[in-house]
Structures are given as structure tokens and as C-alpha cells.
């Protein structure tokens, strides 16, 4: 994704463990199909995040996929592809965070959220 920003001469996202954990867990539960896949359950993790950091706007992209050499490269290649998604990746945006899970099928999971810091 920053690799994307820097094509688009935009300043790269700061990876925070702290939100990459909450991307995990839901990449996690998607993954041994606690969740269906999607974005639901957003609100939880979003609040969960502003325990973390105070933000102004956050943003999320899930994806998942099997049987590619790259599946992180494909997972942001259809984020790419798709305006909404595409939208997150160059919006205004400073810290992130990234979950990635396999399961025991060989599909892959993921969860990338995306924080603008609210500055109180």
C-alpha cells in the first residue's frame, strides 16, 4: 500500500502493532469462519481503535484469496481495482495497521485499517 502511495506521491502510512492487532483478530475470525467475510463487526474494531488513538477518520479494507504465488500483492491489486477500496489506500490518512491470516484451506486473509489522528 505505501509502495501505492509513493506512486501517487503520497507521504507512506506508519504501521502501528497496536492496530495491526485489531486487523488480526478480525482477519483471524474471518478466516476460521467465526464472521462471515466483510466488514462486519467495523464498529467494534473502530471503537476498539480510538482506545488506541484518537482519530478523526478511519477507514477499512478487507480482502482474502488462495493459490497466488503473491497473495499480499494480489489482495492490494484488487484494492486497486476497486474505487472504494482505492479510495482508502491514497485518502488522508497517517498511521495503519494490517492483519494477515492463513487458514488450514490455504486462503488468506485481510484486514488493513486506515487512522487520520484526531489532534485534541
Given at each position: 500500500?505505501?509502495?501505492?502511495?509513493?506512486?501517487?506521491?503520497l507521504p507512506p502510512l506508519k504501521l502501528d502493532p497496536r492496530i495491526s492487532e485489531q486487523c488480526r483478530i478480525h482477519s483471524q475470525?474471518?478466516?476460521?469462519?467465526?464472521?462471515?467475510?466483510?466488514?462486519?463487526?467495523?464498529?467494534?474494531?473502530?471503537?476498539?481503535v480510538r482506545q488506541i488513538v484518537p482519530w478523526k477518520e478511519i477507514a477499512e479494507n478487507v480482502a482474502f484469496n488462495s493459490g497466488y504465488?503473491?497473495?499480499?500483492?494480489?489482495?492490494?491489486?484488487?484494492?486497486?481495482?476497486?474505487?472504494?477500496?482505492?479510495?482508502?489506500?491514497?485518502?488522508n490518512y497517517e498511521l495503519t495497521g494490517i492483519g494477515i491470516v492463513k487458514n488450514a484451506k490455504g486462503?488468506?486473509?485481510?484486514?488493513?485499517?486506515?487512522?487520520?489522528?484526531?489532534?485534541?
Open positions: 500500500v505505501n509502495d501505492y502511495r509513493a506512486s501517487r506521491n475470525s474471518m478466516a476460521n469462519g467465526e464472521v462471515p467475510f466483510g466488514h462486519g463487526g467495523s464498529k467494534a474494531r473502530f471503537q476498539a504465488v503473491d497473495p499480499g500483492k494480489q489482495a492490494v491489486k484488487g484494492w486497486i481495482e476497486s474505487p472504494g477500496h482505492q479510495r482508502n489506500m491514497i485518502g486462503e488468506y486473509y485481510f484486514t488493513q485499517i486506515f487512522v487520520k489522528k484526531a489532534w485534541l
